[in-house]
């Protein structure tokens, strides 16, 4: 099927252009800001009130989310994608408007940015990281579908129904694997984060959420890699697979052990007050 007539321009003022995808990221970060202050007041109950984020805290630490955003997805756009180039040419790492954001590259921004936020106003690392984690794939919904939109990031040669013959893409039709991401990433890994939110031993067990979106997002990932074109300048690496699966691997085992942490933390805290409780009857 032909690629749909979508302008990746907004609108004009002048000579300055609104794309759709600076337009999903002000709406990601908008409305995950609301749905931080949301999940703050809902599992304010769980942790202690010197520590616990609140609600407010995330207005503040709105700024320092979109530096580190930035900045990672910039950097590490640079460092695992096209380091040569830039290395050759450093003035256009600030081209941002050229485009060129690496996802693994962001988040890293944002867990150094939330650490050293959390650091200064003495919150609790990992509840900071588990509302964040909440909210993640609502960027990551919006900004896929903005990759459909500048028909970039296409996916493989493919012969299915739905293939889809993008603009640069050459007249092969392909994969539109920006939707794919869009519903695994994006709705699926968002689902499973508000369900397991809800549940009432989730809370207690700091880390835990951010365990889960490490680990969902890299397996969503993996898998969907398969499907997406791997970058011109880098074609496939190691045994076969792209820059993206490599990056998802550490990401994956992080995420393991963060969960397999959490949960035992929670344990040997529980059974220490239950020692306590036995000494102080005796």
Not at 72 to 89: K, M, P, S
Not at 102 to 114: D, E, K, M, Q, T
Not at 115 to 135: E, N, Q
């Amino acid at each position: 099927m032909p690629f749909p007539s979508l302008d990746p321009v907004f609108f004009t003022i002048g000579p300055l252009e609104i794309r759709w995808y600076a337009l999903a990221y002000l709406a990601g970060f908008i409305l995950g800001l609301w749905m931080c202050k949301v999940l703050a007041r809902r599992f304010a109950r769980f942790y202690k009130a010197k520590m616990r984020p609140q609600p407010d805290d995330f207005e503040l630490f709105l700024s320092w989310a979109v530096i580190g955003t930035l900045l990672g997805g910039r950097l590490g756009y640079v460092l695992f994608y096209q380091f040569d180039y830039y290395a050759a040419h450093p003035l256009e790492i600030l081209k941002l408007w050229h485009g060129g954001m690496s996802f693994h590259g962001g988040l890293l921004g944002v867990i150094a940015a939330a650490f050293g936020f959390t650091r200064v106003h003495k919150r609790s690392f990992w509840a900071f990281t588990d509302i964040l984690a909440c909210v993640a794939p609502i960027g990551l919904f919006l900004g896929r579908m903005a990759n459909f939109v500048n028909g970039e990031l296409w996916g493989r040669a493919s012969d299915m129904p739905w293939a889809v013959v993008f603009p640069h893409g050459g007249d092969i039709p392909r994969h539109p694997s920006q939707l794919y991401e869009a519903g695994l990433e994006g709705l699926l890994l968002f689902i499973v984060m508000m369900v397991l939110c809800r549940l009432r031993w989730v809370p207690n067990r700091p880390g835990f959420l951010s365990g889960v979106f490490l680990a969902v997002y890299a397996i969503a990932r993996f898998v969907l890699e398969f499907f997406r074109e791997p970058d011109a300048q880098l074609g496939f690496l190691f045994g076969g697979m792209t820059m993206g699966q490599l990056l998802c691997l550490p990401m994956l085992l992080c995420g393991l052990y963060l969960i397999g942490w959490s949960l035992m933390r929670y344990r040997r805290k529980k059974q220490g007050k239950k020692k306590e409780g036995l000494y102080a009857g005796t």
